[in-house]
């Protein structure tokens, strides 16, 4: 596996994994968000189990790819484990709203067709990306949310779990202490920055793109971000497909994952083409990293912060990391 360096604007620390492949073969990455993450702050107990997840995650989407699935279903399979997983902003790990309540947001995209679904704010679905595919598959629609999107949940027969089972104690510390800062104030970074994703490469060449957020600590007014709009938060179409994390509203601003991937269909390296879109980001006042993956094979995991969560798997091997190291 080789290296892809990214360019360094105005100081921003892009971390990166890069590869390459002579023609399309099976690729998987996956994402766990990014933020203001510290390697001195990260006990190694802490650290084994962050990596021992997103390795189970790689597992279910590596599976379904190695045995010639779709680009779509281990796209998936990845990411369902990491919305059951409280160490993860996403699911039953969802960070709580100002009112002390969860809503969860997700995105699905096939690259073939540009098929699309997204849910917003939705409450008391367990795995908010298969609501993203019921979107994508039994509606006419791209995106529902609210209420709305719930009954539609509920008429598909998808999961549903009481709100006790999304609580989780450092969440809820993480509420406290944001009520106790200033709720009028936007959240500290720490707590606006998470997210899980992947984007997966088939053997048949098709590209498939996902993400799914609890949002933010003390989000308001049924307050979107970038995880659920196609184009900002994930996009996948015959060249290319991103998963995006971070400061939401730059992502929107952006239209980052659409941006990244006009770049790589435009001729540039996945790495050169996230490294421009974050810069860019980066000069808004923005903070947040992506995976991207070309029909090729080239990938880049990039970010702007000190860590992302994040893993890779093809033909060459896999790797799983937190920091830039």
């Keep these: 596996m080789s290296s892809n360096p990214l360019p360094s604007l105005?100081?921003?620390v892009l971390g990166l994994l890069g590869g390459s492949a002579a023609a399309a073969s099976p690729a998987l990455l996956i994402h766990g968000g990014a933020g203001t993450l510290r390697a001195i702050e990260m006990s190694e107990e802490k650290r084994a189990a962050y990596e021992a997840s997103l390795s189970g995650a790689l597992d279910a989407g590596w599976t379904v790819l190695s045995s010639g699935g779709s680009s779509l279903d281990a796209v998936l399979?990845?990411?369902?484990?990491?919305?059951?997983d409280p160490l993860f902003n996403a699911g039953r790990g969802a960070v709580f709203t100002a009112d002390g309540r969860h809503e969860l947001d997700a995105?699905?995209?096939?690259?073939?067709t540009k098929n699309s679904g997204a849910v917003g704010g939705v409450q008391s679905v367990r795995h908010p990306i298969l609501l993203a595919r019921r979107v994508m598959e039994a509606s006419p629609h791209v995106f529902l949310a609210g209420p709305g999107a719930l009954q539609?949940?509920?008429?598909?027969?998808?999961e549903?779990?009481?709100a006790s089972w999304f609580w989780t104690a450092h969440r809820w510390q993480q509420l406290q202490e944001w009520r106790a800062r200033d709720a009028a104030r936007p959240s500290p970074a720490d707590a606006r920055i998470g997210t899980v994703g992947a984007v997966a490469l088939d053997a048949n060449g098709r590209l498939a793109a996902g993400t799914s957020t609890g949002g933010t600590t003390g989000k308001r007014y049924g307050r979107l971000g970038d995880s659920p709009v196609i184009g900002a938060g994930t996009w996948a179409d015959g060249g290319c497909a991103v998963s995006a994390t971070g400061d939401g509203e730059y992502f929107i601003r952006t239209a980052a994952a659409r941006s990244i991937c006009a770049k790589v269909d435009g001729?540039?390296?996945?790495?050169?083409?996230?490294?421009?879109?974050l810069a860019e980001i980066r000069d808004l006042g923005g903070l947040g990293g992506v995976i991207v993956?070309?029909?090729?094979g080239r990938y880049t995991l990039s970010f702007s912060t000190e860590g992302m969560y994040r893993a890779h798997a093809d033909a060459s091997g896999r790797r799983?990391?937190?920091?830039?190291d």
């Design 107 to 112: 995105s699905l995209m096939d690259g073939r």
């Design 293 to 296: 993956l070309d029909r090729r």
């Design 267 to 277: 001729g540039l390296a996945p790495a050169d083409a996230a490294g421009a879109v």
């Design 77 to 84: 399979a990845a990411i369902q484990p990491l919305e059951d």
């Design 152 to 158: 539609f949940a509920i008429d598909q027969g998808l």
């Design 10 to 12: 105005l100081g921003v």
């Design 160 to 162: 549903l779990k009481p």
């Design 320 to 324: 799983v990391a937190i920091f830039a």
